[in-house]
């Protein structure tokens, strides 16, 4: 077994509010958000932290689910606070974030990376001092070409995805029990390269 660490901050990153609420953008919020509420952990609104976070536990580890209500391109701010508070490093820090070169359907846990141009990510890098955290990357594509990256995230999933997506963030949140009981190396040989809309057809 390769879990040991015994606080997981789980980061799902967006933007607030109902304007971006059901963008590509957000579909970090979408997977905390279900996966608090499948285990009872209510998220409360910090100042402090510039975030909404609810504690519990899942899979005997205890977390931190966190949603940065800093926008986007700060994430970081609001992560890097709570990990100085609560004395925790980038080795306690797992992130969800939308991939826009990652088809829709598809998600990629990776140990570590850069930014890859994802604002979010580059501002946790920043803040946090290390491009070393573990991750899950949510498919929203396909790519529309980086020209278009910043319009793109912001635009609403399309109605034929939209049907799909309970069962996409659902399978996510399994993804994610997975990293929390077997660790970042079990979960991507179980989950990446799988297309999840072949897997619910």
């Known amino acids: 077994m390769e879990r040991s660490i015994k606080v ?3 980061a799902g990153l967006g933007n607030p509010g109902e304007k971006y609420k059901n963008t590509r953008h957000n579909i970090g919020f979408r997977i905390t958000g279900v996966l608090a509420e499948k285990f009872g952990i209510v998220g409360k609104h ?3 932290f510039d975030s909404i976070i609810g504690k519990g536990e899942i899979n005997n580890t205890e977390v931190l689910i966190v949603q940065p209500q800093t926008y986007m391109n700060l994430s970081g701010e ?3 606070k709570l990990l100085n508070w609560h004395k925790l490093d980038n080795n306690n820090l797992f992130v969800i974030f939308d991939d826009v070169t990652l088809d829709f359907g598809k998600i990629r846990f990776r140990p570590s990376g850069s930014a890859g141009g994802h604002n979010g990510i580059k501002s946790i890098i920043s803040n946090c001092g290390s491009e070393v955290f573990a991750r899950l990357k949510v498919g929203i ?3 529309p070409g980086e020209h278009l990256w910043r319009s793109y995230v912001l635009q609403e999933f399309s ?3 939209q049907k799909h997506l309970p069962k996409i963030t659902d399978f996510c949140v399994k993804a994610v029990e997975t990293y929390l009981r077997e660790g970042i190396a079990s979960a991507s040989n179980k989950y ?4 999840i809309l072949e897997e619910i057809s």
């Not at 990446?192 to 297309?195: D, L, V, Y």
């Open 8 to 10: 997981i901050v789980i």
């Open 141 to 143: 594509g396909p790519n």
């Open 192 to 195: 990446n390269g799988i297309n």
């Open 78 to 80: 609001a992560i890097s």
């Open 46 to 48: 910090s100042s402090k």
């Open 159 to 161: 109605k034929d995805e």
